[in-house]
């Protein structure tokens, strides 16, 4: 079936540490996308990529890094920068880049910092 | 503030009752989607409206746009334990590029 696949599904992270958290789509999307989810909160963009080898800033990018070197794959690092990562991590996937097309999600991945 | 915002932010109903939740937004908008997100889990979309349409159906589910007041509305009819669910708005800013994610609205359905 195709779909987003994001792992771990639980992860925790020591003071100091930098964690990757990966996604992998099979649905042929050129988009994909990162979004930080509080507690009880709405969804914010951590960065996005329209295109392989191609991504951009969304509005809560310090102390995430991505890369987009392959067309399915679209990790998120989150590094030592990040002073409060606790928060549940949404992938995402679009045919193209926002405009209104419907986004598709992974089942998300929680990140505890311990 | 948030381009959508979701009214209320919390409703708790009886099983088989219906279930009414608002979106409001601030500017001139593509289209609209509602999504839906279990606890601990991604979100799924819904059922999106276009600028142009004004009311639109998929199953239980009826969404509104109103324009002109910038306001949406998914109505949920019959609703059952299994909608208990945080419901959210996204819209599409005319000349924009981001979909833009409201807070939602966290809907509880009692058996």
């Known amino acids: 079936d195709g779909g987003i696949t994001q792992s771990p599904k639980y992860l925790f992270r020591k003071e100091g540490q930098n964690v990757t958290l990966s996604c992998e789509q099979n649905?042929?999307?050129?988009?994909m996308y990162w979004y930080r989810q509080d507690p009880g909160q709405g969804l914010r963009l951590i960065y996005y990529?329209?295109?392989?080898?191609?991504?951009q800033k969304g509005d809560i990018a310090e102390g995430y890094s991505v890369s987009r070197e392959k067309k399915e794959s679209f990790p998120l690092t989150v590094t030592s920068a990040q002073k409060n990562p606790t928060a549940f991590y949404l992938c995402?996937?679009?045919?193209?880049?926002?405009?209104?097309?419907?986004?598709?999600f992974g089942e998300g991945s929680w990140l505890t910092v311990v | 503030s948030q381009q959508g915002e979701e009214d209320p932010q919390a409703l708790s109903i009886q099983e088989g009752e219906n279930a009414t939740m608002n979106c409001s937004y601030k500017?001139?908008?593509?289209?609209l989607q509602w999504y839906r997100q279990n606890s601990g889990r991604g979100l799924v979309h819904l059922i999106l409206?276009?600028?142009?349409?004004r009311e639109k159906h998929s199953g239980r589910l009826r969404v509104t746009l109103d324009t002109s007041k910038k306001s949406s509305s998914l109505l949920i009819t019959a609703s059952r334990a299994a909608d208990t669910a945080s419901y959210f708005c996204?819209?599409?800013?005319?000349?924009?590029?981001?979909?833009?994610f409201g807070a939602g609205t966290r809907l509880f359905v009692k058996a």
């Open positions: 995402a996937s679009s045919t193209q880049g926002f405009t209104g097309n419907t986004i598709y």
């Open positions: 996204a819209t599409a800013p005319t000349g924009g590029f981001k979909t833009i």
């Open positions: 649905l042929n999307h050129d988009a």
């Open positions: 990529s329209q295109i392989v080898n191609d991504f």
């Open positions: 500017t001139s908008i593509n289209n």
């Open positions: 409206i276009r600028s142009n349409e």
